[in-house]
């Protein structure tokens, strides 16, 4: 994957962030988040996804088609779960 120029990172945030994902199988690298649904907090600008997936962490996927698979809001509603995490306007309390 080349490095982004700055106008490519602009583009890639305005239609990756916010969105539901999934990791497209095929790449054994990210095989750990098969079946998963996570949420795209934004991309850096190396052209990389940082994605939630209610674990508690964020990981940095390659912010492509190749990779990541958009998911219908209405069909990853059921499968994440937005209070598990960090990555809330308003977190609850912790401890």
Do not use: C
């Not at 490519?8 to 750990?32: C, I, N, Q, S």
């Not at 649904?37 to 996804?49: E, F, L, P």
């Not at 508690?56 to 069909?75: C, H, K």
Request: hydrophobic share 35%; glycine share 8%.
């Amino acid at each position: 994957m080349k490095f982004p120029t700055y106008d490519e990172a602009e583009e890639l945030k305005r239609a990756w962030t916010d969105k539901f994902v999934r990791v497209r199988p095929g790449h054994a690298e990210y095989e750990r988040f098969a079946g998963k649904v996570g949420r795209v907090v934004t991309v850096n600008y190396g052209g990389r996804a940082i994605v939630d997936f209610a674990d508690g962490a964020w990981y940095d996927i390659p912010a492509t088609d190749a990779y990541l698979e958009l998911m219908p809001a209405e069909e990853a509603k059921d499968k994440y779960d937005a209070t598990a995490n960090s990555a809330q306007k308003l977190p609850g309390r912790q401890g």
